[in-house]
């Protein structure tokens, strides 16, 4: 009933830009959080941002200052500034999110995306 769909990845070299969109749809019934994680080949997946529908934001250490995490609607969006190739990796999008099943309302923060492939060049 759910589903999240990102696009926005891609190759760029060191030092630039890039920006990532993921908008959620179906029978949502209010969205509480969204973010983005991603994951490097051979590494656990990490938590890059988040912001909750209130609009306070949580970002990694690692890319404070060089990413912005955003919302507008059911669309949560990542712009990626000042690339470095260690920000190579598959960036997925997650929800917490409460949605209408057909029968009742039910929340879930384990809703996903497919991922798409970010990969800075140096």
């Known amino acids: 009933q759910v589903r999240l769909v990102e696009s926005g990845g891609g190759l760029v070299q060191a030092g630039g830009s890039l920006r990532l969109s993921c908008e959620a749809s179906?029978?949502?019934?209010?969205?509480?959080?969204m973010g983005w994680y991603r994951q490097a080949p051979g590494k656990q997946r990490e938590l890059v941002a988040s912001?909750?529908?209130?609009?306070d934001t949580n970002y990694a250490d690692s890319v404070k200052g060089r990413f912005t995490v955003s919302t507008a609607k059911n669309t949560v969006y990542l712009q990626m500034a000042s690339l470095k190739p260690e920000d190579t990796a598959v960036y997925f999008c997650?929800?917490?999110?409460?949605?209408?099943?057909?029968?009742?309302?039910?929340?879930?923060?384990?809703?996903w995306g497919q991922g798409t492939q970010v990969t800075v060049s140096s």
């Open positions: 997650n929800a917490d999110l409460t949605y209408w099943n057909g029968d009742y309302y039910i929340r879930d923060d384990d809703q």
């Open positions: 912001i909750t529908s209130g609009g």
């Open positions: 179906g029978s949502i019934f209010s969205i509480n959080a």
